[in-house]
Structure formats: structure tokens, C-alpha cells
């Protein structure tokens, strides 16, 4: 795991998070920029990646997947910081409840895959995950194939086939498949970088990650706002893997 990519992925979530639901095709100016730049304070992105290279630092893989897996659960929801949507909210209230319960390891996840099928939820926030957990499973976990795991991880929150196929395609890139950068027209005529959900916020990022240096990804991130913390870290990640 990269962690030059993994501090770069939550500085641009820093830079993304002042202009988050601001507007969309924004012109701010130059000192608003800059603060960004400057800007200290984190959303969801930052705080799920924190949360992993904390919990593996902590809770190293041990061979029983469910108890890792649970482990991991319940450590984000105790740990997790702001900015997190409706889906991890209800997902983390949910992990508490369980948690207390007088229930196995098996019946509780059991029981979260089982509301996490019900919401059926594409929201984006699934994307945070992807990297440091694929790389951690390729390195350290050898009885289960990475891209398994991470779709299994994932899938306890995000279940809906558009987060699963934008999930997979990170993947993709991660492995070297890089994704070609569509074109500013189809980003506003289908108001990818509006609608956040995994899919569009993965495309949104790979526009904004078309450019030759991470200050004009900065820049071109805000001025297509919409949900800014999420497109411009995932445009972060991108860029990053495109270089390796």
C-alpha cells in the first residue's frame, strides 16, 4: 500500500470538503481557492481511510474472516468522524445495536448483509474503501482472492449493482486498467457530478483526474462542485494510479 496515494487521496478530500453541495460549474475566487488548499478538515473519505490503516495497524488479519470482518465493522462505527451519508449512518446505528446483542459473529453480519440488501444503496462512499483494502488483501491475505474480499467488505453497506460495478472497475484501475476520460459535455448532460452516486462520482473523477498536475486537479475538482470532497479525492487516487 502506497501511503503517498492514501495521503494525497485525504488531502484532496480537505481541498473537495469547502465546496461540497456549493453549485456545480463554480467559478470561485483565488482566495477561496487557496484556503482550500489550506483547509484542515476531512469528511467521510478521509475518516474511512484513517479508520483502516488504524484498524490493521491494530487488528492485523488473523485468519477468521468473520471476526475480522466484524472487527472491522465495529471499530468504524466507534471510530468513524463527520460527513458520512444516510446510508453509513443507518449502517453504523445498526452495527451498534448488533453489537450488544447477545448474538454470534455469523448472526450479526448475517444480519447487516441482510438491511444492507434492503437499502440496496449506490452511494459512493463505498469508493473510500476500495484501495487500501485491495491492496492490504493482495499483500497480506492469501487464502482469499483480494477482489473477494473487497466486494464482500463493501457489500455490508453498498449493495446496489451500480456501487458494485464501480467498486469493480477500481479495482480495474488499481491493477493497472486505466479508465479513458469522458468528455466535459457527458459529465454536465448527465449531471454525473450532481448525482453521487458511485458510478458517476467514479466517472466525475476520472474527468477531473485528466489533467498534467494535482494543482489543476484541485482546481478543475471545484469548479465542477457538486459533491466536490468525493469526485476530488477519487480524482486524486486516479491520477496517482495513472503514474505509478
Not at 458511485?198 to 457538486?226: F, K, M, P, Q, S
Amino acid at each position: 500500500m502506497d501511503m503517498t496515494i492514501i495521503e494525497a487521496y485525504k488531502k484532496a478530500d480537505r481541498v473537495g470538503a469547502p465546496f461540497e453541495g456549493k453549485g456545480m460549474w463554480i467559478n470561485p475566487g483565488e482566495e477561496r481557492i487557496q484556503s482550500a488548499f489550506k483547509s484542515i478538515r476531512g469528511t467521510d473519505e478521509s475518516s474511512i481511510v484513517e479508520n483502516f490503516i488504524s484498524y490493521i495497524n491494530y487488528h492485523p488479519w488473523n485468519g477468521n474472516l468473520d471476526e475480522w470482518v466484524w472487527g472491522w465493522l465495529a471499530y468504524h462505527q466507534q471510530n468513524h468522524g463527520t460527513g458520512y451519508g444516510r446510508t453509513y449512518r443507518n449502517h453504523f446505528l445498526l452495527v451498534k445495536y448488533l453489537d450488544k446483542q447477545p448474538l454470534s459473529i455469523q448472526e450479526r453480519l448475517a444480519k447487516v448483509r441482510m438491511i444492507a440488501d434492503e437499502d440496496n444503496s449506490f452511494g459512493n462512499a463505498c469508493l473510500a474503501l476500495v484501495y487500501p483494502l485491495y491492496e492490504y488483501a493482495k499483500a497480506y491475505i492469501p487464502d482469499i482472492p483480494a477482489r473477494e474480499l473487497v466486494l464482500l467488505v463493501t457489500r455490508h453497506s453498498h449493495t446496489n449493482l451500480d456501487a458494485i460495478r464501480a467498486v469493480t472497475r477500481l479495482m480495474d484501475v488499481i491493477d493497472g486498467n486505466l479508465i479513458e476520460a469522458p468528455a466535459e459535455e457527458m459529465i454536465r448532460d448527465n449531471h454525473c457530478a450532481e448525482h453521487a452516486t458511485a458510478w458517476n462520482t467514479l466517472l466525475t473523477a476520472a474527468y477531473i483526474a485528466d489533467v498534467a498536475t494535482e494543482e489543476a486537479l484541485y482546481r478543475r475538482g471545484i469548479h465542477v462542485g457538486g459533491d466536490a470532497d468525493s469526485t476530488i479525492a477519487t480524482a486524486a487516487l486516479l491520477w496517482h494510479l495513472n503514474r505509478r
